[in-house]
């Protein structure tokens, strides 16, 4: 976790993304007092209803607390969210992030501060992109260098070097997943049975994705082993899925490894909480890392410590 | 084409899969006499009802002609289909296939001969197994060692080698294009915008599907690479199911290769009348292949190859 000096006063952080509002009241030194969590999406709001939006749902704090700084983060600051903040290109430092955020002063005196995604110009064959995540990777901590992981439909691998994210690259690994065991033939062969019920299976898909033969380098005729193993009575209906999520899972690893992300014995940090972090634990123990776990609080300690790189610095919008 | 000896009769092939019925009537020398082809899939016809099904179904036919051999191919000689043919095992002849089907005397003195998949026990981690396109297969001829590939939903990739079918594997791109151009952030992106469109969007992701740099080696990267594509404002819309499409063919080209199928310079067959052939061959020319069409007959001339083949061996089922 990042060192971050006690910010002035108490302020909110919003994770504010397609499906769901979530906002804590942090103390100047970043305890949480309080919780507001919604399902008001950013995808239910029209494009001039946002700032009434937020208001409504921070009014018991705000009638309490006066003006706050309100830092805001996620698919609220995209194209179909609030105001769409320009990506900041890697490499970039926490005072990057904070040059690139946008702060909206509101009717009742709060300052609203949408901080930026990030971009990749690096990454062929166009420039990735995140928006949410780098947060969590400043809250995870920019001091020593390494690779840090961040699961999820689109799991994201970053490089960290010399205190700034230097890089970083975006797998598809979870909405592939959810694809192949809702639409697919292995959907149709896992029937009713649900992930979770076999570490055996997981671990045997684990290890059939992570193998070094020429097997390995074949992903679409991986997939297809989850119809073979059943057709060869090795994989049961109530397998399927544990494997197929060891199998992707692992090829993830696998590529980003040919990416250069990682090589036997070296540490890797995994952030996220979305219940993941084990399946990718495992993983990674599988190919000799070494794993540091992420504090769940990672975006908010991020957002602090942005917004305390970025103080003195102030441009507004509109 | 293989060279098929004439055939004593009047015969039928049908191949009888999961949603469709199509029969031809073919006289001693091959021609084609009469196509019988409705909706009356197997998932559709009762365990005990495959026999009057197949003889209501070409009724026309016996009624005019008396008793024949009728050939029978496809997912009605699995375990959901009428009598289940065990996998002949690769290396295999065509001699081997007539050996493993399975005879039956109808109620009219029909003969139904149901031809076997083949499994290739070589394959790691679970044997692999087709059922059907080792008839087209056999109808492209094994006389010229080759690697043969047939487009579809599960794309094969065979070795022919010595006059037999050597080995082969699945790659299930045509699903997986399937989920991701139907159900993922692609279908969202590419909104009613169709296949086929952007010849340019397809070849551009030939190129990068099918680079030599480590992007390649990435797949669950690239496929994200249809949205930063879009965001960096490279890719329209109208180009997004024509860019996945190039990308996905390329990888499996790619993956095939990695497997041993070819090198640059070789010659491939391809084989299959789904529409897919002519975006392989694109494919395979990007990748320095000479390409040699397998013929749309290749399952009728398959079917019939393999009867001459196997004409002397007899073992009735039943």
């Known amino acids: 976790m990042p060192s971050i000096p006690e910010l002035p006063a108490a302020h909110v952080v919003v994770d504010w993304g397609t499906t769901s509002f979530r906002a804590v009241l942090l103390s100047a030194d970043g305890a949480i007092r309080d919780r507001i969590e919604t399902g008001d999406g950013i995808q239910f709001v029209d494009k001039d209803a946002f700032e009434a939006t937020l208001l409504r749902l921070l009014e018991p704090w705000l009638a309490a607390e ?22 900041v290109p890697c490499p970039c430092t926490p005072g990057d992030l904070a040059g690139g955020a946008v702060r909206r002063r509101l009717v009742n005196g709060s300052c609203a501060i949408l901080l930026p995604g990030i971009n990749d110009p690096a990454r062929k064959p166009f420039p990735d992109v995140m928006r949410g995540e780098e947060t969590q990777i400043v809250g995870f901590g920019l001091e020593k260098d390494a ?38 033939f292995i959907a149709r062969a896992a029937g009713a049975a649900t992930e979770g019920g076999s570490s055996t299976a997981f671990e045997r898909g684990i290890s059939e994705g992570a193998t070094d033969t020429i097997d390995g380098e074949a992903m679409m005729s ?55 972090n084990r399946r990718y634990a495992d993983v990674a123990r599988h190919f000799g890392l070494e794993v540091v776990a992420g504090s769940e609080h990672a975006a908010i300690d991020g957002a602090r410590a942005i917004l305390a790189a970025g103080k003195g610095t102030r441009h507004d919008a509109a």
């Open 66 to 87: 006066g003006a706050l700084d309100i830092v805001l983060v996620g698919m609220v600051t995209s194209r179909n969210g609030w105001i769409e903040v320009p990506y």
């Open 222 to 276: 991986l997939i297809f082993s989850a119809r073979t193993g059943m057709l060869a009575g090795e994989l049961a209906a109530a397998d399927i899925r544990d494997y197929v999520s060891g199998l992707l899972i692992a090829q993830e690893f696998r590529q980003a490894r040919a990416c250069g992300f990682f090589g036997q014995g070296d540490r890797i940090g995994i952030v996220g909480n979305d219940g993941l």
């Open 147 to 184: 690779t840090i992981v961040l699961p999820g439909t689109h799991s994201k691998w970053a490089r960290i070097a010399g205190g700034r994210i230097s890089g970083f690259r975006t797998f598809v690994t979870g909405e592939l997943y959810a694809l192949l065991v809702q639409h697919s």
